[in-house]
């Protein structure tokens, strides 16, 4: 017979951070580099803010803690974000009309969110491939916090609506995960994400609900 072998911890999560924060520290002397010509000021403080991102979002990996969120600082950040990705890498601005109720709190990770947020803006700039008008709104119903995000794209054709959360699912040259991030992270903090058309003007609305700061949600036992 022979013995089971010795159990080791899986690193690999461990083992791909170590070496991210490789490729960040890269990207800030990089930054830092360009900061001291004021021609590529703004481009430094935009590599600057991204590396930063990058770091969050590597430290919440497999994190489970959760902390009181302000949703109106989430969504500032998200929109820088999707601001200077579309103007550093689609070339194109994008235009946010916000309508954020003031004092929204939700549990959970600050990182996690921006990472919802910025998917569906990505995904509404590349509908909108010139750039155009992103709406965002929150606000409180009883017990609740909904959160839509809705673009000025060409909406998505009724026929694909039921698959664009699967993984892997997507009509560009592209990996189709970004839903499925943003589906994963909201059921992971005991909410809901829908998707459909606007039925005031072409273009997609994204509708999430997520339990208000302090609220317990039943969870169904297996
Ligand atoms: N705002 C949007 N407007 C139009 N179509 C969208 C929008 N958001 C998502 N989609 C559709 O859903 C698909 C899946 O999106 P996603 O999971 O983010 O993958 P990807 O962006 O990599 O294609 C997209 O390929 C696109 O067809
Ligand atoms: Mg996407």
């Known amino acids: 017979m022979t013995s089971e072998p010795d159990r080791q911890p899986d690193l690999s999560a461990e083992c791909l951070v170590h070496d991210l924060n490789n490729v960040f520290q890269t990207l800030l002397e990089a930054a830092e580099l360009l900061s001291s010509d004021p021609k590529w000021e703004q481009l430094s ?39 200077d990705f579309a103007q ?3 070339g194109c601005r994008l235009e946010f009309v916000t309508n954020v109720d003031s004092g929204l709190r939700i549990q ?67 990996r189709g995960l970004g839903l499925h991030i943003v589906d994963t992270i909201v059921k992971d ?24 700061e302090g609220v317990l949600v039943n969870r169904a036992t297996a």
């Not at 990996?61 to 969504?75: E, G, M, P, T, Y």
């Not at 590349?126 to 008008?133: D, K, S």
């Open 45 to 83: 403080g935009t590599l600057f803010h991204t590396v930063e991102r990058g770091r969050g979002i590597v430290q919440s990996f497999n994190s489970k803690d959760r902390v009181s969120i302000d949703l109106a600082a989430v969504v500032d950040n998200a929109i820088q974000f999707a601001r």
């Open 88 to 90: 550093t890498v689609q």
């Open 108 to 174: 959970g990770q600050p990182w996690a969110w921006e990472r919802v947020l910025i998917n569906l803006f990505l995904n509404a700039a590349n509908a909108m491939p010139n750039g155009g008008v992103i709406e965002v709104r929150a606000w409180r119903i009883p017990g609740w916090i909904a959160l839509e995000v809705a673009d000025h794209g060409s909406g998505i054709a009724e026929e694909i609506l039921p698959e664009i959360f699967r993984p892997r699912f997507s009509t560009h040259a592209s």
């Open 189 to 212: 903090h005991d909410g809901e994400v829908t998707a459909a058309n606007r039925t005031d003007r072409p273009g997609a609305r994204f509708t999430i609900r997520v339990p208000v």
